[in-house]
Each structure stands twice: as structure tokens, then as C-alpha cells.
């Protein structure tokens, strides 16, 4: 018998426990990564994928992960992205990228403060290799400078912007501010930046805020919640030249590089996005957005609790609803949400009656999906 069927099941597993779940569904409104269909334009780019093989051949891998670099940071506005070497590690994923960073800060420090609340495998990717996680509630996070005593307490903080699954993204005045204090502080400022794709509110210049402020930063940026690219991605873990942490040995014990070809096919996209792909993709999941609330609109008690999110996933509180009877209802027509407890990893209860929707879908298996999710909710 499946683990998952079991109710005891949904405290127990993490999030990507519940994604495997979902994985053959084509009703699979689950997991955050790209699963809509290829455009014309990005069609082309797969048929072009034996000639950019040949090509990767020929050139040396510095000059093809120089191309997908420059592409990349250009498309998303980060034109202060490092380029001396080391600066940039190439991972196969950005889960990758944060396994490095938490080795590497674990050799150094004890503590790190979390913001709350966020994808689990952060937290666990951390306290994996035995840090302790002080949470950094969003709204505090957004509201103003951070408790003295808490940068006192930790080697470094850590946050997603845009978060998922809220979409909050930190500005760029927040930006300046937090790393200020991690400055004066000496305290490290990680950022995941792996939705940034998805809102232009993230796409000023990081970069040059972090550099401008003298503190120890890294940031992890990911390719592969954008595109349908079946998994093939990368994940980069950039750094201040004076990190202070031992990320290239860390890296060097876990690979030596990604593929080339996919370092081709990534730099692909990225020109195609920027020639007006990218303005498409936003209009697409708005397109999406739009369709679920449509569908859901007026069904008691359900509520659209991030306005303005412009991310690929959107959260739908459900009311007094149990996350679990939604879930398993859902189930039972073949359609797969994720239940948000585990996303409150410091206190799960503040997940249940909210359930995450991924946008990234054909609009067809969101239809079908919304539907049930309206016929599951109007009858509970
Ligand atoms: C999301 C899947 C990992 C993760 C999905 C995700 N889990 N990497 N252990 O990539 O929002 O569904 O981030």
C-alpha cells in the first residue's frame, strides 16, 4: 500500500514526497517546475539541439558557459552578475547549488535564520548538514530592519524572492537594507533567486545592490522553473569575491561542471525570452492565474491570498476546509494540488486549509483541474 494513503501520511511526507505522487497524473497541478507546452519558437530550439551538441563540441566550455551566463543575467536585468572565475558555479540543480552553500556555511557557522515560510527542502537541505534555523516571518522580513538579536545569533540569513509559494518579492530598498545590516553584522545574505523569471519586480539589478554594500552575499538562480525543458537546467551559485565560505572546494567534491549541451540549449531560451518570450511566458501564467480565480470565484469561503503574485504557483485558502480531505477528494479525480502545511516549517499548522495550485500547466489540465477543484470545494 502506498505510504501516502495512509492520513497519517500528509504529516509525515515532505513536499516533494507529495509531488512524486502526482508525477504520472496528467492532471498534475503539483509540483513548481515548467511543465506547459514548448512554444513554436522553443520547439525550434529543441529540433536545433543536434547542431548546438556539435557545436559544444567544438568550443571550450569557458567560452559556452560564458555565452549561457551573459544570456541569462542579461535577460533578468542582473547585469552586475560576477564574471571572474569562480564567481559563478554551475549546478546541475538549484537544490544542488544550496547543498553546497549549506556544507559550506556549516564548516563555519552553527546558526542560520530562515525565511518563514518556504519550499521544505530548504529547511531540511539545512538542518541536514546540522545548522540550526532561527525563521524569519515574511511580513517581518518586509516590514523593517531585522531583530539585532537575531543577526547576533547567525552566520548568515537566508531568503527566497520572490518566496514560494507566496511570490513576495524583497524590493530593492528592502535589499539595500538587509544587506546593510548583514554587513555591519558580518553576517552572510543568501538569496534564492529561482522565481525571479516570473516577475519583474525582481529583475533590478541585484547584483549591484550586494556589491555596493560591502556584505558577504550569495545567491542561487535557477533555469528551470521557466521553461519546459524536461528537467534539463541549471542551478548557479554566485558569490562576493570575499564570501568567506568554502563554496569552490565544496562544489569540487560534488562535480565538475553541468553539461555543455544543456549550458547551449539554457543560452537558447534565454535569447529566445528575451526577443519576447519571457513578456509571452508573463502573460501565460497571467492568462492562467486569471482562469483558476475565474473558476473559483465565489465558491464560500475560498480565498486568493496573493493578489499580486506573479509566480508560477498560486495559493488558494480553502476556509475551514481540512488540507487533507481536499487533497484526497482531489485524488480521487486524478488531480493533484500540494496541501501547505510543510511549507510552514516552523510551525505547520499555519498551512492547513491552504493549498498550492502550479500554474505552469497546459491551460487544458488546469481547466479540468480548477473544475474539480470547485466541484471538490462546493460540496465540502
Ligand atoms: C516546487 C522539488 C526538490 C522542487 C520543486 C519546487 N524538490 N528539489 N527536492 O524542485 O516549488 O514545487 O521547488
Not at 552572510?188 to 529561482?194: F, G, I, S
Not at 523569471?197 to 533590478?204: E, I, K, L, S
Not at 505547520?348 to 486549509?353: L, Q, R, V
Request: glycine letters at 8%.
Amino acid at each position: 500500500m502506498n505510504a501516502i494513503r495512509n492520513p497519517l501520511a500528509i504529516e509525515l511526507g515532505n513536499l516533494t514526497q507529495f509531488e512524486y505522487l502526482a508525477l504520472n497524473s496528467p492532471l498534475n497541478l503539483s509540483d513548481g517546475h515548467a511543465r506547459q507546452e514548448l512554444t513554436p519558437n522553443q520547439a525550434r530550439i529543441i529540433e536545433e539541439l543536434p547542431s548546438l551538441w556539435t557545436d559544444a563540441v567544438k568550443r571550450p566550455v569557458s567560452e559556452v558557459e560564458a555565452d549561457a551566463l551573459s544570456a541569462f543575467f542579461g535577460l533578468l536585468g542582473q547585469h552586475h552578475y560576477p564574471i571572474a572565475e569562480g564567481r559563478v558555479l554551475s549546478c546541475y540543480s538549484s537544490s544542488v547549488a544550496m547543498e553546497i552553500f549549506a556544507r559550506s556555511l556549516a564548516g563555519v557557522s552553527g546558526s542560520i535564520g530562515l525565511v518563514h515560510p518556504t519550499f521544505d527542502n530548504i529547511p531540511d537541505i539545512l538542518r541536514g548538514v546540522g545548522l540550526k534555523l532561527v525563521p524569519i516571518e515574511e511580513d517581518a522580513l518586509h516590514g523593517g530592519d531585522l531583530d539585532p538579536e537575531l543577526l547576533r545569533g547567525v552566520g548568515a540569513i537566508f531568503i527566497t524572492t520572490p518566496n514560494n509559494p507566496t511570490g513576495r518579492v524583497v524590493s530593492r530598498e528592502r535589499l539595500r537594507r538587509l544587506a546593510d545590516e548583514c554587513a555591519q553584522h558580518d553576517v552572510v545574505l543568501a538569496l534564492d533567486t529561482c522565481f525571479r523569471g516570473f516577475d519583474t519586480d525582481a529583475h533590478y539589478d541585484h547584483y549591484a545592490v550586494l556589491e555596493a554594500s560591502g556584505c558577504r552575499w550569495v545567491v542561487i538562480e535557477d533555469t528551470g522553473k521557466l521553461w519546459p525543458t524536461l528537467e534539463l537546467k541549471i542551478g548557479w551559485l554566485v558569490s562576493a569575491a570575499h564570501v568567506g565560505l568554502p563554496l569552490a572546494k565544496v562544489y569540487s567534491d560534488i562535480l565538475l561542471g553541468v553539461s555543455p549541451l544543456v549550458m547551449s540549449m539554457v543560452r537558447r531560451f534565454c535569447e529566445d525570452a528575451a526577443e519576447g518570450g519571457l513578456a509571452e511566458l508573463h502573460e501565460f501564467i497571467a492568462g492562467n492565474r486569471a482562469m483558476l480565480r475565474t473558476t473559483l470565484a465565489n465558491v464560500p469561503g475560498v480565498e486568493f491570498l496573493d493578489p499580486f503574485s506573479r509566480t508560477s504557483v498560486e495559493r488558494i485558502g480553502i476556509g475551514s476546509r481540512s488540507n487533507l480531505a481536499v487533497w484526497s477528494a482531489l485524488r480521487e479525480h486524478n488531480v493533484f494540488a500540494l496541501p501547505c502545511q510543510k511549507f510552514y516549517w516552523n510551525n505547520p499548522d499555519k498551512g492547513e486549509g491552504i493549498l498550492r495550485i502550479a500554474l505552469a500547466r497546459p491551460p487544458s489540465a488546469l481547466a479540468a483541474g480548477a473544475a474539480a477543484l470547485r466541484a471538490v470545494l462546493s460540496e465540502a
